[in-house]
């Protein structure tokens, strides 16, 4: 499997606080991505990464901010959390570079967030 | 960016052969496709892509008509562990972005002894 770890596996915070979960990979890939996926909406592109400080937005990018200041470490953050932002989170990484065909997202075990 | 649908749900029995047909009717000449599996409290996993005609690995089959706005995705002789979600893409050869990386909702199969 690729190396993807994210950090924290298991998140309770409360209403309004600010909460960041990291994606650490080990493979070098330029592109890394963070998905929420819920019940009855499959997986949605949050943010995603092209490069160190290259980020563009998914489709469900409001509330949600990225960073990325070295190729390994891609960390998203909820600067006042939220009830309706309680999912669970899923980084993924790909060598796009390559061409998509030989490219496909290799993803982490995921981050299960719950907002009080 | 094609759209892509396939079934919400399937059931099967073990040792039968389950195909998955997804739709892109509007799939582009350089779009390809490819198929996740995502098992419960797991990140999707790739399994198979093509651009046409059959592609087969230790996993599955993936078959590709000429007009190529429809696809299958053949498991044979599935198990009680070949229960999950399937996510069918239709990915342009950018070379970059998120263009196609939407997932949808998938098939859930369900296989039952």
């Known amino acids: 499997d690729a190396g993807i770890t994210q950090s924290p596996r298991h998140k309770v915070t409360e209403t309004g606080t600010p909460v960041t979960l990291r994606c650490h990979q080990t493979?070098?890939?330029?592109?890394m991505y963070w998905y929420r996926q819920d019940p009855g909406h499959g997986l949605r592109l949050i943010h995603y990464?092209?490069?160190?400080?290259?980020?563009d937005k998914g489709e469900v990018s409001d509330g949600y901010s990225v960073s990325r200041s070295k190729t390994e470490d891609f960390l998203l953050t909820l600067e006042s959390a939220t009830s309706s932002q309680t999912s669970v989170y899923f980084c993924?990484?790909?060598?796009?570079?390559?061409?998509?065909?030989?490219?496909?997202?290799?993803f982490g075990n995921g981050t299960r967030l719950t907002v009080t | 960016l094609a759209k892509t649908t396939q079934p919400i749900s399937m059931d099967s029995y073990e040792g039968q052969e389950v195909n998955i047909t997804c739709s892109h009717n509007?799939?582009?000449?350089?779009?390809?496709i490819t198929w996740y599996q995502q098992f419960p409290s797991q990140g999707p996993r790739f399994i198979i892509q093509?651009?046409?005609t059959k592609v087969t690995n230790e996993v599955a089959s993936l078959f590709i008509p000429a007009d190529r706005k429809s696809s299958t995705l053949s498991l044979p002789r599935v198990s009680l562990s070949d229960t999950a979600v399937y996510y069918c893409?239709?990915?342009?050869?950018?070379?970059?972005?998120?263009?196609?990386?939407?997932f949808g909702k998938g098939t859930h199969l369900i296989i039952q002894p």
């Open positions: 990464s092209y490069g160190v400080k290259d980020t």
């Open positions: 893409l239709v990915v342009p050869d950018s070379g970059g972005g998120a263009d196609g990386l939407t």
């Open positions: 509007n799939i582009a000449t350089n779009d390809y």
């Open positions: 993924a990484i790909s060598d796009r570079d390559r061409g998509s065909y030989n490219s496909p997202l290799h």
């Open positions: 493979e070098n890939h330029r592109y």
């Open positions: 093509g651009y046409k």
